[in-house]
T-cell receptor
Framework: QQQVKQSPQSLIVQKGGISIINCAYE??????FPWYQQFPGKGPALLIA?????SEKKEGRFTISFNKSAKQFSLHIMDSQPGDSATYFC????????????FGQGTELSVKP | NAGVTQTPKFQVLKTGQSMTLQCAQD?????MYWYRQDPGMGLRLIYY???????DKGEVPNGYNVSRLNKREFSLRLESAAPSQTSVYFC????????????FGPGTRLTVT
């Protein structure tokens, strides 16, 4: 059972454009929603994270939008750059259920120059 | 600081062979995790250790065993490898269980023929 569903599976964006990746979850006990970035041949690394008590969090060109009622959250990458080309994973966890991260399927982003 | 280290980087096994994947962290973290990454499946938790002396099953524990040797080291053992265990394996650690950043190692690419 996939508790976190991520789309699209792949995304091609022109340099300077906006990249948008979406995730939906089922478990209303989730209370932590991070995004991880993974470059080829490397392990994932935390990019940005949000708690459900806020609807948006911004760090530089990266923004998480969170919709608790719809059980959805998304990553927006503004002014996308070729160096942003990577695989992005959303994830969710619940502290009361052990704090284990449940990952989405991943989105392979390619930013064309 | 090396962060999270994993050995080996690559391994080829024949069906039925056994092996142990090693993981160590030097960040004094309490919690450690083993994931497998397969195309289109994201990262799936195999086993985790919330603290030294404890281990628990994740989403896909069948065919694996783990040992939390001490606070630094967390190993993953395949007793009788199967082709379905061909994957990239990542070890991760975090300060504690729950909403904390997980730091990933570089991964082990395992092929079972």
């Amino acid at each position: 059972q996939q508790q976190v569903k991520q789309s699209p599976q792949s995304l091609i964006v022109q340099k300077g454009g906006i990249s948008i990746i979406n995730c939906a979850y089922e478990n209303t006990a989730f209370d932590y929603f991070p995004w991880y970035q993974q470059f080829p041949g490397k392990g994932p690394a935390l990019l940005i994270a949000i708690r459900p008590d806020v609807s948006e969090k911004k760090e530089g060109r990266f923004t998480i939008s969170f919709n608790k009622s719809a059980k959805q959250f998304s990553l927006h990458i503004m002014d996308s750059q070729p160096g942003d080309s990577a695989t992005y994973f959303c994830a969710a966890s619940s502290y009361n259920q052990g704090g284990k991260l449940i990952f989405g399927q991943g989105t392979e982003l390619s930013v064309k120059p | 600081n090396a962060g999270v280290t994993q050995t080996p980087k690559f391994q080829v096994l024949k069906t039925g062979q056994s092996m142990t994947l090693q993981c160590a962290q030097d960040m004094n973290h309490n919690s450690m995790y083993w994931y497998r990454q397969d195309p289109g499946m994201g990262l799936r938790l195999i086993y985790y250790s919330a603290s030294e002396g404890t281990t628990d099953k994740g989403e896909v524990p069948n065919g694996y065993n783990v040992s939390r040797l001490n606070k630094r080291e967390f190993s993953l053992r395949l007793e009788s490898a199967a082709p379905s265990q061909t994957s990239v394996y990542f070890c991760a650690s975090s300060p504690d269980r729950g909403p904390y950043e997980q730091y990933f190692g570089p991964g082990t690419r395992l092929t079972v023929t």
